[in-house]
């Protein structure tokens, strides 16, 4: 595979308008990239600036294969490729002075890329992100649930989801985002555009929470979902992620993901339980 095949660009509405049907066409699986590009879209980065995100398209027959973006804190993302294919994008984007902080992407393809970097620029590989990946089926909710209700957020309660989201990071190491929360910069955070979900008792005390990504692609995925450690056990958490995918179905999305720990046979369960079904696997390495 000739690098000549990448396609780059910083222009994010030419990448759109050229790779589009290519992230709609498979939108639980491209649903990071879907979601990360909208983002980006959005910021709006001027395509002179040094810092502006940088987006390739793979090209074969007149059809895209795959994509890339890189964003300006260095994150990777990628579609499924092969071992050659991350072989020769590897020394293409050293070549052009890209240097990528972490790649994110599912299993096999990150795995690769990491291979690749390592063999072309010596930076070693840490793995730092395992997950599974989820698409809802038919909703099946538990009966009989937990007493109490699913309440849309307002601003009144910006207060606590903010502390929650920063427990939430607590819980699963995520230090990037406590940073930012911590700076004040909850707009720059990945949880800044979500639509958060309270699962309340019948007194109106929020007990549990799930955010969603707004409809991109037809695709809408439910992170985080968070429930205080001693509330948990009780159903909440499966509650109000019904309540969330209930609203992204309701919304119009035709694809409602999300991602869990592997090692979390607990939430595993759980989700399975009310109709959420295995996709692939993801991981994340980070390089020296």
């Given at each position: 595979m000739l690098p000549d095949d990448w396609h780059l660009t910083q222009d994010v509405d030419d990448f759109i308008a050229r790779a589009g049907d290519f992230l709609r066409s498979r939108p639980a699986?491209?649903?990071?990239?879907?979601?990360?590009?909208?983002?980006?879209?959005?910021?709006?980065?001027?395509?002179?600036?040094?810092?502006?995100?940088?987006?390739?398209?793979?090209?074969?027959?007149?059809e895209v294969r795959a994509i890339f973006y890189l964003t300006p804190r260095g994150r990777l993302g990628l579609t499924p490729l092969s071992a050659e294919q991350t072989d020769a994008l590897a020394p293409h984007l050293a070549g052009l002075g890209h240097s990528p902080s972490n790649v994110i992407a599912d299993h096999d393809t990150a795995g690769a890329f990491a291979e690749s970097w390592q063999r072309h620029t010596s930076a070693a590989p840490v793995l730092f992100w395992r997950t599974h990946l989820y698409r809802l089926g038919p909703l099946t909710?538990?009966?009989?649930?937990?007493?109490?209700?699913?309440?849309?957020?307002?601003?009144?309660?910006?207060?606590?989801?903010?502390?929650?989201?920063?427990?939430?990071?607590?819980?699963?190491?995520?230090?990037s985002s406590i940073d930012l929360i911590d700076a004040g910069s909850w707009d720059d955070s990945r949880f800044g555009d979500r639509h958060f979900t309270f699962w309340e008792t019948s007194e109106g005390t929020p007990v549990s929470m799930a955010a969603a990504t707004s409809i991109v692609g037809g695709m809408v995925r439910v992170d985080p979902v968070?429930?205080?450690?001693?509330?948990?056990?009780?159903?909440?958490?499966?509650?109000?992620?019904?309540?969330?995918?209930?609203?992204?179905?309701?919304?119009?999305?035709t694809d409602v993901v999300l991602f869990t720990d592997p090692d979390n046979l607990t939430s595993n369960a759980l989700?399975?339980?009310?109709?959420?079904?295995h996709v692939a696997d993801f991981a994340g390495y980070k390089f020296s």
């Open positions: 699986l491209h649903n990071t990239p879907l979601t990360d590009i909208e983002k980006l879209r959005i910021r709006g980065a001027a395509e002179d600036d040094a810092d502006a995100p940088v987006f390739g398209r793979l090209e074969s027959g007149g909710p538990r009966q009989p649930g937990p007493e109490g209700r699913g309440r849309i957020t307002g601003g009144q309660d910006r207060e606590q989801v903010v502390r929650w989201c920063r427990e939430f990071c607590v819980d699963v190491g995520e230090q968070y429930t205080p450690a001693h509330l948990r056990g009780r159903g909440y958490a499966g509650a109000v992620t019904v309540e969330a995918s209930r609203a992204a179905l309701a919304a119009g999305a989700y399975q339980r009310i109709g959420y079904v």
